[in-house]
């Protein structure tokens, strides 16, 4: 049971049971699809919000995000810049054609628009990269949580995994938002919980405003980058653009997204909910960057493991390689002592130099720890094993299990499952549905109410089987949040193209948008594909508003060189 004691166990099993049986109970008894896939229409504004956040906010989000900010500082809130334009953009033109053609997902309006193979083709594009995110945000609490609790990862994988399909195949759609206002709750209370402790445990003369400066001598608060670099990953331009792009395409087309406020009881509540999520969501992610900051001001104080992965450190230490390590640890405990006086000196004058020297020695601790994960990657070659050496995604857990009292540890890994229950249910909600309703019923013709609840039921089902599969495949990337990012990048301006271009250029038929479709998802992951072998510069959040230009250009060429096609409208 490792570091848990009772009354965390106790905590953890009422909090995640409880979710689990409100949300089945409330839910249960569906009598038709309307019900099921859209919550029978009755969802208000804030359940929308809070509903839209807890979809996006996984457990990902909790464990990768202050890792993110421990190691790169608060860049990262740059991503959710292009969030509050998406939102305002989605209300004005996506949600009013949604609710007046009665869809129940946003891909059948596009046979509306188009055709059947374009619809089925933009299904099939969101069921893969939906598919695989979900195993991700099964895997991601699963990975670290196997260090903290002694599970192994295929245990806790179908323990995440079927809690999940208990509640969301018995209740659909309404009882993913139902459940996920809970968790909501539960999170903020849990991450508020933990800034405060954090603050609490700094030495008593250093107040807040304090380690604000201590972090900014080490560069952790640059928020704003406006460099065109496009070695810098996070800017304000990527933000702006990239990420407004990425937003549209996640919050507008994606079915996890779009199922949670189509089950709005009007257009006004559905807008409400969305504005309410672009309003709330970049103040969350920035307090939660603050967090994983305010954790490395905790370590300049305590000591930190120089690699926070306990898995890799133990490998390490018993391989020919232990005493390298070792090495290297003193020599990070030395720096950390050095750290204690240059703090001292930084905090009594306030200047520049002292700042520069703090930051000098901020680089040294770095580079100490890159070479431990040298050490981590040669030790896994020659074992021939895997195990991951970015530690990232370890770094608030450690805080949490070694310096949290007694049930606030409880407390915090509910959140995490709490985090990792909410996203997954919406995805395995919205792949089942979209799986129904774009492909079964397509080809399957009329059937009863009862058997489109039933066939509703199974595929959801199904994709909860498949997530937990990829979960038990997966491995982790630089960092569990980016590669989330990634794969929807790599699909969702393609995507958004497509809509764009069925709501725009008007001109534009079926076979042009379906064939430039496939050209440019071809396109686009040769483009990544390039990047990732460091054959041309393209971060991936450029993917999304390059996939969505290559797509238009394509389409209107093909359009414009070939013989007229009557467009298909409603």
């Known amino acids: 049971m490792g570091v848990l004691g009772w009354i965390d166990w106790t905590i953890l099993c009422f909090t995640l049971i409880a979710i689990v049986a ?81 869809v129940y997902t946003a891909y059948e309006f596009l046979e509306n628009r188009f055709d059947l193979k374009t619809r089925t083709l933009t299904a099939m594009l969101f069921l893969i990269q939906r598919g695989l995110s979900a195993g991700i945000t099964i895997y991601a609490p699963a990975i670290i949580l196997s260090v903290v609790l002694g599970w192994d990862l295929l245990t806790l994988n179908i323990v995440i995994g079927f809690l999940v399909i208990i509640y969301t195949v018995s209740g659909g759609t309404r009882a993913v938002n139902v ?39 080490s560069e952790k608060m640059n928020i704003l980058d406006f460099s065109f670099n496009l070695d810098n990953r996070y800017t304000f331009w990527s ?15 994606d079915q996890s997204q779009v199922q949670r406020y189509l089950s709005g009881r009007s257009v006004k509540e559905m807008q409400l909910g969305l504005l309410f999520n672009g309003l709330l969501k970049v103040p969350m992610q920035f307090f939660i960057l603050l967090l994983g900051v305010m954790v490395f001001v905790f370590y300049q104080f305590n000591v930190s493991p120089i690699n926070f992965n306990p898995t890799a450190t133990e490998m390490v230490m018993n391989s020919q390689h232990a005493e390298e390590y070792k090495a290297l640890q003193e020599e990070q405990q030395k720096v950390f002592n050095d750290k204690q006086t240059l703090i001292k000196s930084f905090i009594e004058n306030d200047d520049a130099q002292s700042a520069e020297y703090l930051k000098i020695a901020d680089d040294v601790n770095n580079d100490l720890r890159r070479e431990a994960r040298a050490i981590i990657d040669k030790t896994a070659e020659e074992k021939q094993i895997k195990i991951e050496s970015n530690d990232k995604d370890y770094v608030f857990i450690h805080f949490i299990v070694n310096n949290l009292p007694r049930g606030l540890i409880g407390l915090l890994l509910a959140v995490i499952l709490s985090a990792a229950m909410s996203s997954t249910a919406s995805e395995l909600n919205a792949l089942g549905s979209t799986t129904t309703m774009d492909l079964y019923l397509r080809r399957k013709g009329d059937v009863s109410e009862e058997q489109k609840v039933k066939a509703s039921k199974w595929f959801t089902f199904l994709w909860g089987i498949l997530a937990i599969l ?78 969505c230009a290559i797509v238009i250009t394509i389409a209107c060429i093909l359009q414009l060189s070939s013989k007229n096609e009557p467009i298909k409208t409603k």
Not at 36 to 57: C, D, F, H, P, R
Not at 198 to 217: C, E, H, N, R, Y
Not at 476 to 499: A, C, K
Not at 508 to 536: C, E, M, P
Request: net charge positive.
């Open 179 to 217: 459940t996920q206002k809970h968790q909501m709750v539960v999170i903020f209370i849990g991450m508020l919980v933990a800034f405060i402790l954090i603050v609490q445990g700094l030495p008593q003369d250093i107040s807040f405003t304090k380690a604000i400066k201590i972090a900014g001598a």
């Open 22 to 102: 409100y949300g089945t109970y409330q839910t249960q008894g569906s009598k038709n699809v309307q019900d099921y896939l859209k919550g029978g229409n009755t969802s208000q504004w804030w359940t929308i919000g809070l509903s839209v956040m807890a979809t996006q906010a996984s457990a990902i989000t909790f464990l990768s995000t202050p890792g993110q900010a421990f190691n790169d500082g608060m860049g990262f809130v740059q991503f959710y810049f292009g969030l509050p334009i998406a939102m305002i953009f989605i209300c004005v033109v996506f949600i009013p054609i949604y609710n007046r053609l009665k």
């Open 470 to 547: 990829v979960a038990g495949v997966a491995n982790l990337f630089e960092n569990l949040i980016q590669l989330v990012n990634i794969i929807g990048s790599i699909f969702y301006g393609n995507v958004l193209g497509i809509f764009l271009l069925a709501f725009f250029f008007k001109f534009v038929k079926g076979r042009a948008v379906f064939i430039g479709a496939l050209l440019t998802q071809v396109i686009v992951i040769s483009l990544y594909l390039l990047d990732l072998y460091n054959y041309i510069n393209l971060p991936f959040l450029w993917l999304n508003f390059v996939g």
């Open 239 to 253: 933000g702006i653009i990239g990420g407004t792009f990425l937003m549209l395409s996640y919050f507008g087309t």
